[in-house]
């Protein structure tokens, strides 16, 4: 059986995510829809227009908890009923064939599988090209729980998710799921297209997303020796911005940013460039904190 696990907290998009999703369920064979939602009752609405096809799981934050991400994939998998779990987001608009895709290599006698995801056309398109480039890759080394599916043993065998994470937590979990000796199948047939906003919520996004990341570094410590060849954007933006002041001598010090820009112009350079300095300034504050 497989069960879809969708989180989610005041997305209105997950209305039409649900449409789609439960469509794709009743031909897939034995399948439920789930939503972990910590809305209160602000999605009534939507629950109750779903009410025949999906179960619908309440969810309330422990106290002091403002993102509570892990919190309710967590829950939503101790609450599955299937033995594959899929996740996707609140929002999403799979494409036709998504599940049936995603959960073929896990039927094959795969563990975890991660599908491509994408931007819808209008939004943010910055994470297109590198989910592009690694359409050829039969295995990740990392992956997001936005287009993922994995077998509960996998699950049980880390863990589940870290709860001391806010943001981040879906690379910690594909982390450690790659440390234990699993394969992270990837899967550029089963899509999933996602709204990421506009520029402003992108940036803060970026921020946090740099935060996350030098969290996990901080968890991983092992990983930082390879951090140059994995991850390079993670010591080159926040040292560089931490050398600008020598831009006081060195006049010409932020011309350095010339050669990304040139590497991102067919990716919009100045989108690119705004998006990584965020970047960068999230691993800064969290490392400062």
Same mark, same amino acid.
Do not use: K
């Given at each position: ?8 907290k005041? $997305? ?9 999703? &439960?469509?794709? @369920? ?16 602000r999605l ?32 939503? !998998?101790? *609450?599955?009923?299937g033995?594959?779990? !899929? ?13 049936? =895709? ?7 006698g ?12 209008? +939004? ?8 592009? @480039? @690694? ?6 080394? $990392? ?6 599916a994995?077998?509960?043993? *996998? ?7 870290? $709860?001391d994470?806010?943001?981040g +937590?879906?690379?910690?979990f ?6 234990r ?32 990341? =030098?969290r996990?570094?901080?968890k991983h ?8 060849r994995?991850a390079?954007?993670? !010591?080159a933006?926040?040292a ?6 020598? &831009?006081?001598v060195f ?12 590497r ?10 705004a ?6 300034a999230?691993?800064? *504050?969290?490392?400062?904190?």
């Open positions: 059986m497989i069960s879809v696990v969708i989180i989610s005041d $997305e209105a998009g997950l209305d039409a995510t649900l449409a789609e999703v &439960t469509a794709q @369920a009743r031909v897939s064979g034995p399948a439920e829809v789930m939503v972990v939602d910590a809305s209160g009752s009534d609405h939507i629950r109750h227009r779903h009410a025949d096809q999906v179960r619908w799981i309440a969810f309330q934050p422990p106290a002091g908890v403002r993102v509570s991400i892990p919190h309710q994939r967590n829950a939503g !998998v101790r *609450a599955a009923r033995d594959i779990i !899929v996740f996707t987001d609140a929002g999403c608009q799979p494409e036709p064939g998504w599940l049936d =895709a995603l959960v073929a290599p896990l039927r094959a795969e563990h975890v599988a991660a599908g491509l995801t994408l931007a819808t056309p209008g +939004s943010s398109g910055l994470y297109d090209q590198s989910a592009q @480039a @690694a359409r050829d890759t039969r295995y990740l080394t $990392e992956c997001a729980t936005i287009n993922l994995f077998r509960r043993p *996998a699950f049980d065998a880390v863990g589940g998710f870290d $709860e994470f806010a943001y +937590s879906d690379v910690d594909s982390w450690r799921l790659v440390d000796g699993y394969r992270i199948r990837n899967v550029p047939g089963a899509v999933i297209r996602h709204d990421w906003g506009g520029w402003r919520r992108q940036l803060r996004r970026s921020y946090v997303y740099g935060q996350a990341r =030098a996990l570094y901080r410590r092992s990983r930082l020796r390879h951090v140059f994995d390079p954007m993670v !010591v933006y926040p560089f911005l931490l050398g600008l002041p020598l &831009t006081l006049p010409l010090y932020p011309a350095l940013l010339l050669i990304p820009a040139w991102n112009r067919s990716n919009g350079a100045v989108r690119v460039l998006d990584h300095l965020m970047y960068g999230g691993i800064l *504050a969290e490392l400062l904190r």
